[in-house]
């Protein structure tokens, strides 16, 4: 696992007790700092859709030095978007005969960021988890059964076909799309939707106290749309993922939903609850304002209200 984030921390402790033998890669002196195990308070929904609680102090092995003369066999990599080209600068040159999962949010071209790492080792995949590390290190997550593997047109690889088969070991079901992309893409713009409107409204209502309001979700479709023109000029093909279809619904409906799955659906809520890091939450909107501009395309809302996310 390419860092000790909320994303490689859960599916690490999955693919472990699943019986793989899992290790992270940390930046020097993160191993002292933070120690030879996790505290973990996970809702696991692989098989209940209320999660079954876990909690322990999970032991972990955490290595420092990252050559290429390792011997992995797969090299998981979720890291903030942001920092995606700083772990691909790294790991270029050190990924030896291992399969590479890139399992993490992207904006820009999908290939384009990889370019720097071997194409025929290259598997894509994006998780179903999330959550937050607490002030004391506690690990407050939710994972999910479900886990997304793509290709950009082309059918699946061999390697894509292992490390499939090493999630479902792990009791993981799969989805599969053959337009990653767009996916990819898609779902980043869904993303700054939701972040926006909960920077508008985090002075006057907690994020999950303002997601069970119609006029928060009447303001997120609003947002959504304004953001279609950017992805038709990136030609995203719209319809190869039902990342947008949410924003068809009237907001009513997706207030009352999001009140039902919060009430009823522990794992649901506890992701907007303990999700920490403001910084990745801005740097959504942050990026498609500036992709817009540099593209010649307007975004009224996003830019009369940039001062939220600066």
């Known amino acids: 696992m390419f860092g000790r984030g909320v994303i ?52 972990v092995t955490l290595v420092e030095d ?33 399969t590479i999962l890139i399992f993490n949010n992207v904006w820009e071209e999908p290939t384009a960021a990889v370019a720097k790492l071997p194409a025929d080792q290259l598997v894509w995949g994006f998780p179903r988890a999330g ?52 996916y990819l893409l898609a779902h980043f713009v869904a993303s700054a939707a939701l972040h926006f409107e909960t920077f508008k409204t985090i002075s006057k209502l907690t994020f999950v106290e303002a997601m069970q309001t ?17 992805l038709k000029a990136r030609k995203v093909d719209l319809k190869a993922t039902s990342e947008l279809k949410i924003f068809d619904l009237p907001p009513w409906f997706l207030c009352l939903a999001t009140k039902l799955a919060m009430k009823f659906i522990p794992p649901i809520r506890r992701i907007p609850v303990r999700h920490s890091n403001q ?10 304002l500036a992709t817009a501009e540099a593209m010649k395309i307007i975004l009224p809302r996003f830019r009369a209200r940039q001062e939220v996310f600066k």
């Open 8 to 59: 490689s921390t859960q599916y690490a402790w999955a693919l472990e007790k699943a019986g793989h033998t899992v290790e992270f890669y940390v930046r020097p002196g993160r191993k002292a700092d933070w120690g030879s195990t996790v505290a973990l308070n996970i809702l696991d929904a692989r098989k209940k859709i209320r999660g079954v609680s876990i909690k322990e102090d999970w032991p």
């Open 66 to 98: 990252f050559s290429a003369n390792h011997d992995y066999d797969l090299i998981l990599v979720s890291v903030q978007h942001y920092q995606f080209k700083n772990a691909v600068d790294f790991l270029a040159g050190r990924i030896g005969q291992a």
């Open 131 to 182: 959550g937050g590390f607490d002030q004391r290190g506690v690990l407050h997550g939710a994972l999910f059964g479900k886990v997304i593997f793509g290709t950009f047109g082309a059918g699946q690889t061999a390697r894509g076909f292992a490390v499939i088969k090493l999630f479902r070991s792990a009791g993981f079901k799969i989805q599969e799309s053959k337009d990653f992309r767009s």
């Open 214 to 230: 119609t006029e928060f979700w009447k303001n997120v479709n609003l947002d959504d749309k304004e953001l279609l023109p950017l």
């Open 279 to 288: 910084e990745e939450l801005k740097s959504y909107c942050q990026d498609v």
